[in-house]
């Protein structure tokens, strides 16, 4: 009935999400490298006139070179104002000591309201929760774990935080996105949850910080009355997810049909989860889980089985422990081809750490076995594989570490993708529980973008090799011990 993928993509979504932008070829650019995503972000930021606006889960405790940037940015331009947002829990872990909040105070400091410096907190730890329970461990609660990178018109989305080993040897995705209403939207969202957030002020005090709840926030302080806020975030977000956005939402004439699939041969559909900021009462309005399941059912599932055959899908998460609707909609397609890449235990940035977290590696290890056990049985291991990707050991000389999530998939009978998800998200029970995260499903026919998202893949696969359950019967490191077994199931909705 629809002629093309991108065509089931519109229709799947026309009355689901009402925000949609519509990209000229030459808008979008894909970054592959994280050096030169640091060397992106430090141009951007010199160059930005109007406003700066980050989010990310972190700034890195060292990242001074950032911070220089920033100020001097402000430095040149009188009319120039920041907006920087990281999570409250792990933007202060490290507290008193140097960490991203007493960092970002020091602009605060020498600005003073140009700069508006935000730490969001879950609903959820307040309470006992807060003082009870140590720093590290409390993360577990929930996270701001969204990453925007925007400046004035242009805005990148990414999986990458803002710390050393994401501008050198931590493979991520960085997609660069110029269209001022999309970042126009971005800047919307994140001022948005910055004011549902406490902000940081600059203090002389041990920790060089305070956070403050303002009276002009969008929502009641939660330490005082969570019922109510949670009562007003709710409706806000409502709202939010329900008004339309977009350079092309209003207008369905066939004249404008043609010019989407000439002039502006991509759609991208932003896509949110911020479950916690949602009362039970009203229920979850999030649209990125739904959108990811109709999307995945929509081009992998209700199509001609012939046509079925000849597609292929690529999905990857750095922390594999993947959603299990997610992975029912993957297991029940009939593809050509599907390929899964993961993190091998020598690149996951939890190896050989200190604490309970070095065992992480081994629960990741533990679900990939898992996850091939469940191919194994539905009979597709010629036609669904699993990758790991390495490059050397992590936290040695040349070793790298690997950070990526998203989903590519091919139409049927060619060799690049037509479409993909790019963001924060890892697609776990986490993600869609806990933490918020922001990503945006791209839909495409021109030629330019296909092959850099194409390359993109390449970059990533180079480093990857085939795992099998063979390699878990012979290979003695791959063995797990039944405490790791036990853990990794009571702890899967918080890996």
């Not at 100020?71 to 120039?80: F, H, M, T």
């Not at 305070?210 to 009641?220: I, K, T």
């Not at 594999?320 to 081809?337: C, Q, R, T, Y």
């Not at 085939?466 to 797990?480: D, M, S």
Request: glycine share 6%; with cysteine.
């Amino acid at each position: 009935m629809y002629s093309s993928m991108v065509d089931i993509v519109k229709h799947t979504f026309q009355n689901t999400l009402q925000t949609k932008f519509y990209f000229k070829s030459g808008q979008i650019e894909v970054i592959d490298h994280p050096v030169e995503f640091y060397k992106t972000l430090k141009n951007k930021i010199a160059q930005s006139k109007d406003k700066i606006f980050m989010a990310s889960l972190y700034l890195g405790k060292s990242e001074e070179e950032i911070i220089h940037c920033i100020s001097k940015a402000l430095q040149k331009n009188d009319e120039l104002k920041v907006y920087f947002m990281v999570d409250g829990l792990r933007g202060t872990r490290e507290s008193p000591s140097k960490c991203s909040a007493s960092l970002l105070a020091q602009l605060v400091r020498d600005y003073g309201d140009r700069v508006d410096v935000r730490t969001y907190k879950t609903p959820a730890i307040f309470g006992l929760k807060e003082s009870l329970v140590p720093k590290r461990f409390n993360e577990g609660f929930g996270l701001q774990h969204m990453k925007i990178y925007g400046f004035d018109d242009e805005v990148i989305l990414s999986g990458a935080n803002l710390s050393r080993d994401y501008f050198t040897n931590r493979q991520d995705r960085y997609y660069l996105f110029k269209l001022k209403p999309f970042a126009d939207y971005y800047f919307n969202l994140h001022q948005m949850i910055s004011k549902l957030s406490f902000k940081v002020l600059y203090s002389t005090n041990a920790q060089k910080y305070v956070l403050v709840w303002p009276d002009n926030n969008l929502a009641s302080d939660p330490r005082r009355n969570k019922t109510k806020f949670l009562e007003q975030t709710s409706k806000l977000l409502q709202t939010f997810f329900k008004t339309p956005f977009g350079n092309n939402t209003t207008t369905n004439t066939l004249k404008v049909g043609e010019q989407q699939g000439t002039l502006y041969p991509t759609v991208v559909y932003p896509v949110s989860q911020f479950t916690p900021l949602f009362s039970a009462s009203i229920g979850d309005q999030s649209t990125e889980k739904p959108s990811i399941l109709k999307l995945l059912t929509s081009t992998l599932q209700n199509r001609d089985e012939q046509q079925l055959k000849q597609k292929s899908w690529v999905f990857t998460a750095g922390y594999f422990n993947m959603l299990p609707e997610i992975k029912h909609k993957l297991l029940s397609s009939k593809s050509a081809k599907g390929t899964v890449i993961t993190a091998s235990p020598h690149a996951n940035g939890f190896f050989e750490s200190k604490g309970v977290s070095k065992y992480l590696p081994d629960a990741y290890t533990y679900l990939s076995y898992k996850f091939l056990k469940e191919v194994s049985k539905k009979g597709y291991e010629n036609s669904i594989c699993l990758r790991e990707w390495k490059r050397g050991v992590v936290n040695q000389p040349s070793g790298w570490s690997y950070h990526a999530k998203g989903i590519w998939i091919t139409e049927p009978g060619e060799k690049e993708p037509c479409i993909t998800v790019v963001g924060s998200s890892n697609y776990t029970k986490r993600a869609y529980k806990f933490d918020l995260e922001s990503n945006c499903i791209i839909a495409t026919t021109d030629k330019d973008l296909k092959k850099q998202m194409q390359a993109e893949i390449d970059n990533i696969m180079q480093y990857t090799s085939p795992v099998t359950l063979n390699t878990f019967k012979t290979v003695p490191e791959r063995k797990v011990s039944n405490g790791v077994k036990i853990a990794t199931a009571l702890l899967s909705d918080k890996l």
